[in-house]
């Protein structure tokens, strides 16, 4: 999958290619569709919030579908 990723405060977000994940027995995998970055991922970039765990990849506000269940997730 891809994902734009913080790296450094104030610094551009860096296209990644990360490896797919497979769902754990009660997760859902969401194959993401559309993704919105919300003041607070933007407060994050600019530095205004102490002490980020970086790397990260700002946007929780998510539109796609599930694309795999874990093997305890009722279907």
Do not use: F, Q, W
């Amino acid at each position: 999958m891809r994902a734009m990723v913080l790296r450094e405060i104030r610094s551009p977000l860096v296209l990644e290619d990360r490896p797919e994940l497979l769902p754990k027995p009660n997760e859902l995998r969401v194959c993401v569709e559309a993704c919105a970055v919300c003041r607070t991922d933007l407060h994050i970039v600019d530095g205004d919030l102490p002490d980020p765990k970086l790397p990260i990849v700002p946007g929780h506000e998510i539109v796609g579908r599930v694309d795999e269940a874990g093997a305890e997730v009722p279907g």
